[in-house]
């Protein structure tokens, strides 16, 4: 088994850079657009308006430097640099905006790599309609055109472009003639929210198991909850959730009115329901973090098809972790080699994955901690 790093190799980052170059070159063809770059959570944004007169240069690097490039607008000194190999998927958004009081804005946000290379929900630049509204209604040409570049990337590349109405839209005033728009967007005279935009934008990977099979993961969950002094992990933004494994009695299955559901910890005390049917991969995983004091921290990964709220990384749901690998600085073997041994057991099944620093001390065996210096911030 070899790694599966979610860095994208140095080889693939031309093809994938040329696609997001292209994305944004069709924006840039529309009269009417907002670039916008960085977001109000972290203080600040910069809006550049192309008018009709923004480009692209074309690369002129190569290697790990392949995605840089540059935006200029004809006749301005200002322009952006963007690196687009750290970009992993255009998502297509519909969102309440404070531009628009309130009423939702019509966006292509660039979503970034994020720690460790982890794919994150992150972005560092979107591209917006500038006038989606004629004063209290929606513009319907705009908004088509935008649905349209949707289409258009998505069948270009499915496995690269998402699409999203955010919960809040449908209860807008203007979610009737919006649905409309969409509707005709999709091909389609009906359909609720989700199937239109899954018509717009085919989510990939995303199939549900087949009625009546367990799923997969679930005796390799059933080991690592049992590994000794670890904890299950629930991370989301702003909110990490831990229960100590030792603490839980296990993994329970729930039948109510033929719908199944995965129930971790006892009824009568502290315990999480989880979707388990949407895990389609597990990824071991070994990285050195500040909070084991610049050692390696050892994850059991449990990942989703698609994006899940985790901050860190988007695909991870959630996952199984040990609490203290260590004796001092020296790794404590009779809880890593449980973790090793759960890989080898597995690492033969299709979904299962092991990062290249896992498969590393796998090989070698675990590596003492190498505490990272502290750096005076005062």
């Known amino acids: 088994m070899t790694s ?20 944004i070159e069709d924006w840039l063809q529309e009269p009417d657009i907002t670039v916008a770059c960085g977001r109000w959570s972290q203080g600040a944004i910069s809006e550049i308006l192309p008018a009709g007169r923004g480009r ?53 946000r660039l979503l970034v790599l994020g720690p460790g290379g982890s794919p994150s929900d992150h972005w560092v630049v979107s591209l917006m309609l500038s006038c989606p509204y004629d004063r209290e209604s929606l513009n319907a040409a705009q908004v088509s055109r935008f649905f349209a570049l949707a289409r ?31 509707r005709q967007a999709a091909g389609r005279s009906d359909g609720d929210w989700r199937e239109l935009g899954a018509l717009l934008c085919p989510p990939v990977g995303a199939a549900a198991a087949a009625a009546g099979t367990e799923p997969p993961c679930i005796p390799l969950l059933e080991m690592a909850l049992a590994l000794r ?25 729930y039948v109510e009115q033929g719908h199944v559901s995965w129930q971790i910890g006892a009824f009568d005390d502290h315990h999480c329901h989880l979707s388990l049917g949407a895990v389609s991969q597990v990824l071991f995983s070994a990285e050195p973090v500040s909070c084991q004091g610049g050692g390696i921290n050892y994850t059991v990964w449990f990942l989703t098809p698609g994006p899940c709220g ?18 001092g600085n020296e790794p404590r073997l009779d809880v890593i080699q449980p973790v090793l041994d759960l890989y080898r057991r597995f690492r033969d099944e299709p979904w299962v994955a092991a990062d290249s620093r896992f498969l590393e001390i796998l090989a070698d065996g675990p590596p003492p901690r190498h505490p990272v210096a502290s750096v005076p911030t005062g």
Request: aromatic share 10%; glycine share 4%.
């Open 229 to 253: 002094d670890s904890s299950l992990v629930i991370y989301r933004e702003r909110t990490l959730i831990e229960f100590k494994t030792e603490k839980l009695d296990g993994l329970h299955r």
């Open 310 to 327: 985790n901050p860190f990384r988007r695909d991870g749901y959630f996952s199984v972790v040990l609490n203290r690998p260590y004796q």
């Open 152 to 182: 258009r990337h998505a069948e270009a590349r499915p496995d690269l472009v998402e699409f999203e109405v955010e919960p809040s839209v449908p209860e807008s005033t203007i979610a009737p003639q919006l649905l409309e728009i969409l």
């Open 4 to 23: 599966r790093d979610p860095l994208p190799a140095v080889e693939a980052l031309p093809e994938l850079s040329q696609f997001f170059h292209d994305v």
């Open 56 to 108: 692209l240069l074309p690369p002129i690097y190569g290697g790990c430097f392949a995605g840089v490039r540059e935006l200029r607008l004809d006749g301005a000194e200002h322009h952006l640099h963007i690196d687009l190999g750290r970009v992993h998927h255009v998502r297509y958004v519909v969102a309440p905006s404070v531009c628009f009081d309130f009423k939702p804005s019509f966006e292509a």
